[in-house]
């Protein structure tokens, strides 16, 4: 079974909706449960997400870490 780049880790979040600002403000909050790196593309930033050590469901920590940037993103976005 092929794995999806989530369940690697890496995903490419485009610039336009995924704010810096945000992601560093998501990176810096899901420390305790993740270590993440930024990668900066042309228009996008490629991020790695690792869950740390003992992680039950590292999927989950993947995903709600998206959620999490992408909320904070769009509410940056709405209030500008």
Excluded: Q, W
Excluded at 53 to 80: C, Q, T
Aim: charged fraction near 25%.
């Amino acid at each position: 079974m092929a794995t999806s780049p989530l369940s690697e880790g890496k995903v490419i979040l485009h610039r336009t909706l995924y704010d810096e600002g945000c992601l560093k403000a998501a990176s810096e909050a899901y420390k305790p449960f993740a270590i993440v790196s930024v990668e900066p593309g042309d228009n996008c930033s490629i991020i790695t997400v690792t869950p740390v050590s003992g992680a039950p469901d590292p999927e989950r920590v993947r995903r709600e870490f998206l959620n999490y940037v992408l909320d904070l993103s769009i509410k940056k976005h709405l209030a500008s």
